[in-house]
Nanobody, 112 residues
Framework: QVHLVESGGGLVQPGGSLRLSCAASGFTFSTSTMNWVRQAPGKGLEWVSYINSDGTYTSYADSVKGRFTISRDNSRNTLFLQLNNLKADDTAIYYC?????RGQGTQVTVSS
């Protein structure tokens, strides 16, 4: 049974940084591609970033390119998302996703 637990969110000022983590269990993490998605208040789910199974290929939505970095540690079954130069528009619940399954999410709020 796939189990994903996101953490690391919080309240941060514009221009600030956060590092999100996603602890994975219940499946073979090291052979799984993973994504981060987010949902802003009153909006639909938005894809943010993708990483392949060994971390050698990544891709990003245009809205976060150059500011966010996805990575993974297969020895710890953990996915990361480094968020830099945060903007108010980045305010959302962030989820890690394996195929169609995601965790409970972690709230990121960017506000002065």
């Amino acid at each position: 049974q796939v189990h994903l637990v996101e953490s690391g969110g919080g309240l941060v000022q514009p221009g600030g940084s956060l590092r999100l983590s996603c602890a994975a269990s219940g499946f073979t993490f090291s052979t799984s591609t993973m994504n981060w998605v987010r949902q802003a208040p009153g909006k639909g789910l938005e894809w943010v970033s993708y990483i392949n199974s060994d971390g050698t290929y990544t891709s990003y939505a245009d809205s976060v390119k150059g500011r966010f970095t996805i990575s993974r540690d297969n020895s710890r079954n953990t996915l990361f998302l480094q968020l830099n130069n945060l903007k108010a528009d980045d305010t959302a619940i962030y989820y890690c996703r394996k195929e169609t399954q995601r965790g409970q999410g972690t709230q990121v709020t960017v506000s002065s």
